[in-house]
Structure formats: structure tokens, C-alpha cells
């Protein structure tokens, strides 16, 4: 969006019931959960609880309509402005972004470690019968800065659903009163709970809640990343999970995939939603409308998902160059030319059918989550990445720093002599950020939480 249509596109976006309010900035942001609510009534609950506590954490300002919606500042009866309000956030608001995740077990589609706070559903019987608590994950780190680093979440506790608002409001408000407010790159959870310790944290959320949260349930993450293609729910209404490739729409030769979503946004009665992976679904589409866009989920070569890899469908960049100010190196356009490489390596030792997570940033920051991928390259300098090798498939244990500041020959010649060992040696079923870490080729160290496959 160019900066002169900003204001009148968020007036559009407005007028259909959207908004970017908390989008950005020091405070709570958009809350994830599974794409899926149709899936069933766990996740229909999981769902809605997800939204009343991302509504929960809203802030109070009118500053967003005073600004983007020509709103007039509410005045008193002396024609003074009256101040906001913030019950949560107050003056000062967080002391840097805030992240929240729900997951539903057995797939951790939204990386739930990787957010300052998550909710990991305990379904039994049927029921959600209450969340296991997580709490410090973040991705962000910059190179040569030891102080700053990726940290996994950990598992804290376990809250009945009853109880996840006041929980929410008690991590956010201790995160807000305890964060480092002197230094930005110092300042989110992750650290203020290394910096005091998770005992520290348990007794100052005991003081808010009046109870100590008991220990976690039992669970198992299995998967990390979409379900992509067609899926029905038991309402036989039908979704379909499409394949785009980091993210971005584009006509291309071979494929035009942006005609082909405007060509079906006007024929589709449901809606489009955006995934955590980069990913679109087109849901609630009825049985008699699914053949029209089969047909063109086809024309347009939309339908990619059938035709791609495991590998490919487990990549992931962020934006890089030239759209992010912040990239050292390319990221969204360069992984695609890099996965198809590696494909041929991993066609040549019989691994093309095996699923490895990819992820590519243009900087340490994190945002396409390289820490979390059993394959993580984050940009240095043009061409240049830090290979970050053996996280594990599901998402719940960080890579680690394998070669710093390698180019793509180097890169491709690891990952062969690499891929040549675990196509000799794996176990049965075993994922290739697991092998790695068992065959000692990354050290253990010793980030692993809860769910591991
Ligand atoms: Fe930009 Fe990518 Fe760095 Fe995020 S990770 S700040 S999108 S270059």
C-alpha cells in the first residue's frame, strides 16, 4: 500500500468490519490460533477463546479512529479533552511487543514456543478441559549481541479455560510493570524472565491470581506447519489450505496465482483467511461451489500444494529485500531458487519424500522464525547467511549455530555430506533435526520442551 492511500485504504478496510488496531507497536498483537474453527467444537472453543483474549487486551484508545477514521477526540462537558484510559497498559503502555498463540495438540501450526505467551489446548474426552501455560518464547537477536538471543517458551503451568483472561492479564501486567524499559533490544518477556528467573515469575503470578498454577497436563505435538489442500468439516462444508510460497501472491509465468484469487474471490461465498505459515485458506465453500474453483484452483496453478515437496511446503521466508528496511541479505526471493536445490540433493540420497522445515530471514530478527526450522539461514551480508542447524520438526526445541557466514556453495555442501549421513543412518521415522542432534553433529543444548514427536 502506498503511503498516500494508507488512510483510505484502512477507511475501506474500516467499512468491512476489519482493522489494523494494535496491529503494531508496544502492545498486545494480533492473537493466533488454528485457521480451522469449523474442525470441531474444540476448536470452535479454542477459537473463541483465542478472540476474547485478543478482544481482552485490545487497548482502549480512540487515537486509531481519531487518526485513521476522522473521528472527532471525545471532549467533556467543558469541551476538554477527556484522556484515555487504559485499564491494562496504562500510561506507558508494554515496554515492547507482546505475542500470544494458541495450539491445538497434536499440531503446533501457530509455533506456539515462539510467543511470549501461549495456550496449549488439553483436550480429554472430547474437551477442553483446560490450557498448559507457556510463557518467554521470542525469536529476535542480533548478530554479534550475545545478550540477545532466540529463547524457546517454557511450559509454566496449566489453567482451566475459565481461567486463561486472568491469567493473560496477570503475565501481561507483571511483563509490563518488570520488563526492561531502558533498552529496547532488552525489553521483551523472554528476558525479564532469564533476568529473574522462572521461580521468580511463579511467586509474582501467585501474588496476582491468588492460586499458583498447577503443573502442566501431558500432551504431544506431531506437526508444525499447514495442512495444506482440501479438507471437510463436519458441517460438509469444504476448506481448502493453499501452498503460497512465502507468502506472496504474484502472477508469474507458468502460474498466475493473483488473477486466479481475484477470479475466485468473485465467485467464493465464504471467507479467505490468512495463515501463521504464510499460507491462505479459502473456507466454507459448499459442495456445489467446489468444483468451480477446483477448476480454477487449477487454470491459475493454485492447486501447487499436489505438485511440491514436503520441503518445500515446510519453507518459509520473511519479506528481505527490498521491501524490509532492516535485511543484510535476500530471504522471499531467493529460498525458493535455494529449495530447489536442496530438492536435488535430497532427490540424489532418496530423501525427496522426507519432511524438513526451511526458514530464511534477511536478518536476525526473526520473522519468518529460522530459530525454529531444522534448516535456519539468517542473513549476514549479500549472498551471506549463518547456518542454523537441528531444531526439531514439531517446533518445540531450537536449532543451533552450525556455520556462520556462508555462501550458497558452502551451504549446499554441508547439507550433502549431511544429507548423505542421514539417508545411511536415520532410525525409522526419524526427522532430520533429530538425527542431527543424536548423531552429534549439533549439540544438545538442552532447549527442548514438551511435545516432542
Ligand atoms: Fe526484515 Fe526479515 Fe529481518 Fe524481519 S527478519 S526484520 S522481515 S529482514
Given at each position: 500500500i502506498l503511503k498516500r492511500n494508507l488512510k483510505n485504504s484502512i477507511a475501506h478496510m474500516n467499512q468491512v468490519l476489519m482493522d489494523s488496531l494494535?496491529?503494531?507497536?508496544d502492545v498486545n498483537r494480533n492473537v493466533m490460533c488454528t485457521v480451522l474453527p469449523e474442525a470441531s467444537e474444540v476448536h470452535a472453543e479454542v477459537v473463541a477463546t483465542a478472540q476474547a483474549v485478543g478482544e481482552h487486551l485490545l487497548p482502549k484508545t480512540t487515537a486509531y479512529h481519531e487518526i485513521w477514521l476522522d473521528k472527532k477526540r471525545v471532549v467533556d462537558s467543558k469541551g476538554e479533552v477527556v484522556p484515555d484510559h487504559e485499564p491494562i497498559y496504562g500510561a506507558t503502555y508494554m515496554p515492547r511487543k507482546f505475542k500470544i498463540a494458541f495450539a491445538i495438540p497434536p499440531r503446533n501450526d501457530v509455533d506456539v514456543y515462539a510467543h511470549d505467551l501461549g495456550f496449549v489446548a488439553i483436550v480429554e474426552g472430547g474437551e477442553v478441559v483446560g490450557y498448559n501455560v507457556t510463557a518467554g518464547g521470542g525469536m529476535g537477536a542480533s548478530h554479534g549481541?550475545?545478550?540477545t538471543y532466540p529463547r524457546l517458551a517454557s511450559v509454566i503451568g496449566f489453567c482451566t479455560p475459565q481461567q486463561v483472561i486472568e491469567v493473560t492479564e496477570a503475565i501481561v501486567t507483571i511483563q509490563r510493570d518488570f520488563g526492561d524499559r531502558s533498552e529496547r533490544k532488552h525489553a521483551r518477556f523472554k528476558y525479564t524472565i532469564d533476568d529473574r528467573g522462572l521461580d521468580w515469575l511463579h511467586d509474582e503470578l501467585e501474588s496476582r491470581l491468588g492460586y499458583r498454577l498447577p503443573e502442566p497436563r501431558a500432551f504431544e505435538f506431531t506437526h508444525n506447519g499447514d495442512q495444506v489442500g482440501w479438507q471437510q468439516t463436519s458441517d460438509g462444508m469444504w476448506h481448502c489450505v493453499l501452498f503460497i510460497q512465502n507468502g506472496r501472491l504474484a502472477d508469474r509465468e507458468g502460474a498466475t496465482q493473483l488473477t486466479g484469487m481475484r477470479e475466485i474471490a468473485g465467485i467464493h461465498q465464504g471467507e479467505f483467511r490468512l495463515t501463521p505459515n504464510q499460507n491462505v485458506v479459502i473456507s466454507g465453500v459448499t459442495a456445489e461451489q467446489r468444483p468451480a474453483i477446483d477448476q480454477l484452483l487449477q487454470a491459475h496453478g493454485l492447486d501447487s500444494w499436489n505438485r511440491q515437496t514436503p520441503l518445500r511446503l515446510h519453507s518459509m521466508a520473511c519479506?528481505?529485500?527490498?521491501?524490509?528496511?532492516?535485511?543484510m541479505a535476500e530471504s522471499e526471493r531467493y529460498l525458493p531458487d535455494l529449495v530447489t536445490l536442496i530438492e536435488q540433493q535430497m532427490e540424489k540420497h532418496g530423501l525427496q519424500q522426507q519432511a524438513i522445515t526451511i526458514r530464511m530471514t534477511g536478518?536476525?530478527?526473526?520473522c519468518a522464525r529460522p530459530y525454529l526450522a531444522e534448516i535456519g539461514l539468517v542473513g549476514k551480508g549479500p549472498g551471506l547467511y549463518n547456518l542454523h542447524l537441528g531444531a526439531a520438526f514439531n517446533g518445540s526445541r531450537l536449532n543451533t549455530l552450525y556455520r556462520e557466514s556462508v555462501y550458497e556453495e558452502d551451504i549446499l555442501s554441508e547439507l550433502d555430506t549431511l544429507f548423505a549421513s542421514y539417508a545411511a543412518e536415520r532410525q525409522a521415522n526419524e526427522t532430520f533435526g533429530d538425527f542431527l542432534l543424536r548423531s552429534g553433529v549439533?549439540?544438545?543444548?538442552?532447549?527442548q520442551q514438551e511435545g516432542a514427536a
Amino acid at each position: 500500500i502506498l503511503k498516500r492511500n494508507l488512510k483510505n485504504s484502512i477507511a475501506h478496510m474500516n467499512q468491512v468490519l476489519m482493522d489494523s488496531l494494535a496491529a503494531c507497536g508496544d502492545v498486545n498483537r494480533n492473537v493466533m490460533c488454528t485457521v480451522l474453527p469449523e474442525a470441531s467444537e474444540v476448536h470452535a472453543e479454542v477459537v473463541a477463546t483465542a478472540q476474547a483474549v485478543g478482544e481482552h487486551l485490545l487497548p482502549k484508545t480512540t487515537a486509531y479512529h481519531e487518526i485513521w477514521l476522522d473521528k472527532k477526540r471525545v471532549v467533556d462537558s467543558k469541551g476538554e479533552v477527556v484522556p484515555d484510559h487504559e485499564p491494562i497498559y496504562g500510561a506507558t503502555y508494554m515496554p515492547r511487543k507482546f505475542k500470544i498463540a494458541f495450539a491445538i495438540p497434536p499440531r503446533n501450526d501457530v509455533d506456539v514456543y515462539a510467543h511470549d505467551l501461549g495456550f496449549v489446548a488439553i483436550v480429554e474426552g472430547g474437551e477442553v478441559v483446560g490450557y498448559n501455560v507457556t510463557a518467554g518464547g521470542g525469536m529476535g537477536a542480533s548478530h554479534g549481541d550475545p545478550v540477545t538471543y532466540p529463547r524457546l517458551a517454557s511450559v509454566i503451568g496449566f489453567c482451566t479455560p475459565q481461567q486463561v483472561i486472568e491469567v493473560t492479564e496477570a503475565i501481561v501486567t507483571i511483563q509490563r510493570d518488570f520488563g526492561d524499559r531502558s533498552e529496547r533490544k532488552h525489553a521483551r518477556f523472554k528476558y525479564t524472565i532469564d533476568d529473574r528467573g522462572l521461580d521468580w515469575l511463579h511467586d509474582e503470578l501467585e501474588s496476582r491470581l491468588g492460586y499458583r498454577l498447577p503443573e502442566p497436563r501431558a500432551f504431544e505435538f506431531t506437526h508444525n506447519g499447514d495442512q495444506v489442500g482440501w479438507q471437510q468439516t463436519s458441517d460438509g462444508m469444504w476448506h481448502c489450505v493453499l501452498f503460497i510460497q512465502n507468502g506472496r501472491l504474484a502472477d508469474r509465468e507458468g502460474a498466475t496465482q493473483l488473477t486466479g484469487m481475484r477470479e475466485i474471490a468473485g465467485i467464493h461465498q465464504g471467507e479467505f483467511r490468512l495463515t501463521p505459515n504464510q499460507n491462505v485458506v479459502i473456507s466454507g465453500v459448499t459442495a456445489e461451489q467446489r468444483p468451480a474453483i477446483d477448476q480454477l484452483l487449477q487454470a491459475h496453478g493454485l492447486d501447487s500444494w499436489n505438485r511440491q515437496t514436503p520441503l518445500r511446503l515446510h519453507s518459509m521466508a520473511c519479506v528481505g529485500f527490498p521491501t524490509c528496511g532492516l535485511s543484510m541479505a535476500e530471504s522471499e526471493r531467493y529460498l525458493p531458487d535455494l529449495v530447489t536445490l536442496i530438492e536435488q540433493q535430497m532427490e540424489k540420497h532418496g530423501l525427496q519424500q522426507q519432511a524438513i522445515t526451511i526458514r530464511m530471514t534477511g536478518c536476525p530478527n526473526g520473522c519468518a522464525r529460522p530459530y525454529l526450522a531444522e534448516i535456519g539461514l539468517v542473513g549476514k551480508g549479500p549472498g551471506l547467511y549463518n547456518l542454523h542447524l537441528g531444531a526439531a520438526f514439531n517446533g518445540s526445541r531450537l536449532n543451533t549455530l552450525y556455520r556462520e557466514s556462508v555462501y550458497e556453495e558452502d551451504i549446499l555442501s554441508e547439507l550433502d555430506t549431511l544429507f548423505a549421513s542421514y539417508a545411511a543412518e536415520r532410525q525409522a521415522n526419524e526427522t532430520f533435526g533429530d538425527f542431527l542432534l543424536r548423531s552429534g553433529v549439533v549439540a544438545d543444548a538442552g532447549l527442548q520442551q514438551e511435545g516432542a514427536a
